[in-house]
């Protein structure tokens, strides 16, 4: 998606999840930190939609994660629009290290530059360079439709099942 096409799919994304009652929330960078406190650890939390446009968005998006947000608390759709340089689309689609700081818990999906599939991300282990993993396709975008297409039907801990490689002791008592 080139920018413009991106903030249309963010409109029509934004107005199919309220249709489906999802609340989302639009901010620049600056202001997120401040209306994401509203929304911490309330029962309804917002679906922040974030447009990566450029290689500027991008590297501050990634210092935003690292000092001041904790990326298992919200719930977040990255948008890598197809302006962005050939090595961050391809990072989208084949992540290599977790420079978002991603948790077991952490409810990130991502759409990659000219895709319209939408991917769950998140990390086995919070160690901050473990590879990442990923669910596979989680939804799609049907554009000429205007509605997403979900692929997921199981809760957030049914559809990942690991110790992130620790193992599980298990004692018995008579």
Known sequence: LDTMQAYTTYFELSKAMADEG????????ESMKNISETYVKKIVQPLYVVVLASSADLDMYIASTREWFDLAD????????????????????RPT??????????????SCCESNDIQEWWADNEGIEMPLNRNEKFGRWISDERRIQW??????????STLGHRSLRIAIVD
């Open 22 to 29: 999802v609340m989302m929330v639009t901010s620049d960078f």
């Open 151 to 160: 692929n997921v039907k199981n809760s957030l801990y049914e559809r990942r």
């Open 74 to 93: 919200y719930r977040l759709f990255l948008i890598f629009t197809s302006d962005l340089k050939p090595k961050h689309c391809d990072f989208c689609r």
């Open 97 to 110: 290290h977790n420079i978002f700081n991603l948790k077991f818990k952490s409810r990130m999906f991502v």
